[in-house]
């Protein structure tokens, strides 16, 4: 077995692979750029090494500098996590050269499932049914326009060393075939280096399915069933389940013997996933599931299997590559319930899903059930930086059966509470509870959709937020409290440094102290156990966090002293989002007409003038150039001129 390790990444993939290493008893070395040098995998590793600037070219993506720390720390293997380096052929070959052990595929398992075309010609030489399209070498406009009539419209055109979406254009006619080819071209070459494409038929109803498969060097292969990641938003999966709604065991047997035909086809060792598409508008058939392509390395999803396969799918590419034979038969492998991903995202969907970037004043997952888990690489107090994926956690749960898995994972989200950092939790909440989804009756294009119909809250319900204050407050009312000093009436407080009102029982004087308190609803039709919709997160008598259907709001139930109003049209200018101030072009007490620059913000690399919304005074001006501000920082009040 292996004695030490080094962990080729960063965030939650890294934290995971430290926790499975320290159980098998295996020393952990990390590896940080600049950004990460505070961050929660340097503090759980045994060792961390700096290998570079912030930005991933500089670091998480030059090998040389990571087996260099190998070297240096005495590790005796590299695990790569995904995403970085983790399907880099040449890195792995010069892992091996280096005397290391490369916790991964082979190569040339790697280098044979590296290119769309080559992978798809390789499976239907091993009889795994592949979708109808193109792959031939003829890549000239006037060959793939005449492939894509015989193929028929509408077609898709995939760049063949693409991933991630990119490369990728549905084309519902030959009219549109030329513009949309010499797109995604271009694409594929400023993103792969690389602008050969094939043609694929377009599934109406597509569903994505993969089969997690495991092999040794001993010649053994076994898959783990299936997943279903067909919750997907621009080709990016949010949510993804084990096993796949609909599977009956025939068509089990087949899509999961086909993906051990295709991992057996490329020698494969240590874990992958076998990724297929599927024609769900009749159901799942196996006649209708076609190979799409395979992922040479552990997926961000592999949680959902080790929740119902009771398999640690980390300690077992440790085994493996210490050269041990897989732990488990194929028979002695089964299915136990049900379990359910959720990738929560720093971004804002209502600002298009742009990442939100800055500190973490305020960060509490909470997992509901004792089969439930939190993946995440940061922790309260930690910086989500700019420099990487936006991904701050991945919340998993376990039921016995979907419904139950879907519901304790809505628990999960109802309760979980982050801030100023905005999430898309809110945006995963209303999926979970749409009717569709919750039928199991998905595709890839659900979101896209019934986009009309996910919306998110734009503030809490004047119930919750009523009944939650009232209810919070009159909890800590204690006997030594005279009973006038607790009155039920309107006050002001600032909902995220708005001014905001609410009939409340108040306690004048009385400072709350830090706690937490789940707001229920009734369970629908009055069955079963009441469900939570939110969350109250008292942090001090001025501050208070709510969170109702996975979205969070900031409340402070006194206004900030010399604070008048949040909305523009009070005179109060916030900061849109996390950024730097770079230039302030007024002065308190000046006097400023309407349209009048007052300050530069700089933010997701852009610069943002921020103006006066009427003529007036600079009343209060909270800006310095240089500094940095939160999204919704007061930065400048004004007063408006007298008439």
């Given amino acids: 077995m292996l004695k030490s390790l080094l962990i080729a990444n960063r965030g939650e993939i890294a934290c995971r692979i430290i926790r499975t290493a320290r159980a098998m008893g295996i020393r952990t070395v990390a590896v940080y750029s600049d950004a990460d040098a505070r961050a929660l995998h340097v503090r759980q590793a045994d060792e961390a090494v700096h290998i570079g600037p912030s930005p991933a070219r500089e670091s998480y993506l030059v090998g040389e500098k990571i087996i260099a720390a190998a070297k240096q720390t005495g590790a005796e293997a590299i695990h790569p996590g995904y995403g970085f380096l983790s399907e880099n052929a040449e890195f792995a070959e010069a892992v091996i050269a280096a005397g290391l052990i490369w916790v991964g595929p082979k190569p040339d398992s790697i280098r044979a499932m590296g290119l769309k075309d080559a992978a ?53 006619d030959a009219s549109g075939f030329a513009d949309a080819l010499l797109s995604c071209k271009r694409e594929a070459a400023a993103s792969f280096g690389n602008d050969v494409v094939l043609l ?53 047997e087949a899509v999961c013997g086909a993906a051990v035909r295709a991992a057996k086809a490329v020698d494969y060792q240590g874990a992958g996933t076998i990724e297929f598409i599927a024609d769900g508008s009749e159901g799942l058939r196996a006649d209708r599931i076609w190979f799409m392509e395979m992922n040479t390395r552990l997926q961000v999803e592999h949680p959902v299997t080790e929740e119902i396969t009771g398999v640690d799918l980390v300690e077992w590419q ?43 004043e305020q960060f509490y997952l909470c997992d509901y059930g004792p089969d439930d888990r939190i993946e995440t690489g940061v922790e309260q107090g930690d910086t989500v930086s700019p420099f990487y994926d936006p991904m701050i956690a991945k919340l998993v749960s376990h039921g016995q059966t979907r419904d139950e898995a879907r519901q304790n994972l809505l628990q999960i989200v109802g ?33 896209e959709a019934h986009s009309s119909e996910i919306k998110t809250l734009d503030r809490p319900s004047d119930e919750f937020l009523e009944d939650a204050m009232s209810e919070l407050v009159s909890d800590y009312y204690t006997e030594e409290s005279s009973f006038e000093a607790i009155t039920s009436r309107p006050i002001g407080f600032r909902l995220n440094q708005r001014p905001c009102n609410a009939a409340v029982i108040y306690a004048d004087g009385v400072a709350l102290p830090a706690s937490f308190k789940p707001v229920w609803t009734d369970s629908p039709n009055g069955v079963g156990n009441p469900q939570v919709i939110g969350a109250i997160y008292v942090i001090d008598s001025e501050t ?38 770079i230039a302030v072009d007024v002065a308190a007490g000046q006097a400023v007409t309407k349209g009048q620059k007052l300050l530069t913000l700089e933010a997701m690399k852009m610069e943002h003038s921020l103006v006066a919304p009427f003529d007036g005074v600079v009343a209060e001006l909270n800006a310095s150039e240089g500094a940095q501000v939160q999204v919704e920082a007061l930065l400048v009040r004004i007063e408006a001129a007298a008439e």
């Avoid at 399915?209 to 495991?214: A, D, P, R």
């Avoid at 034979?325 to 804002?348: F, T, V």
Wanted: net charge neutral; charged share 25%; proline share 8%.
């Fill in 120 to 172: 798809k010609k390789l499976m239907d030489a091993a009889g795994v049914p592949t979708t109808p399209g193109y792959l031939g070498e003829d890549q000239s406009p006037e060959r793939l326009a005449a492939e894509a009539e015989r193929i028929g419209y509408p077609v898709l055109i995939k760049a063949v060393a693409g991933g991630g979406g990119k490369g990728m254009r549905k084309v519902d």
């Fill in 200 to 252: 694929e038929k377009w599934i109406e109803s597509p569903r994505h399915i993969e089969v997690q498969v495991f092999g040794d060097s001993h010649g053994n292969v076994v898959h783990l069933f299936e997943r279903d990641c067909s919750l997907q938003r621009r080709h990016q999966k949010v949510i993804e389940e084990a096993p796949a709604p609909g599977m009956d065991e025939a068509t089990r």
């Fill in 318 to 360: 440790l085994r493996v590559a210490s050269g041990e034979p897989l732990p488990k038969r194929q028979e002695e492998l089964s299915i136990n319930g049900w379990a359910m991903e959720a990738r929560l995202y720093a971004e804002d969907p209502a600002k298009g899903f742009l990442p939100s970037i800055g500190k973490l």
């Fill in 544 to 581: 208070v966090i709510l969170t109702e259907r996975g979205k969070c709001f900031h409340l402070s139930p006194r206004p900030p002293v010399g604070a008048a109003g949040g909305a523009a049209s009070s005179g109060s200018i916030l900061s849109p989002m996390p950024g730097k101030v």
């Fill in 415 to 447: 309760r979980s509470s982050v801030w100023p950092i905005k999430t898309n939790g809110g945006f995963i909440f209303e999926c979970l509870s749409h009717a569709q989804f919750s039928s199991g009756n998905i595709t890839t294009g659900f979101i």
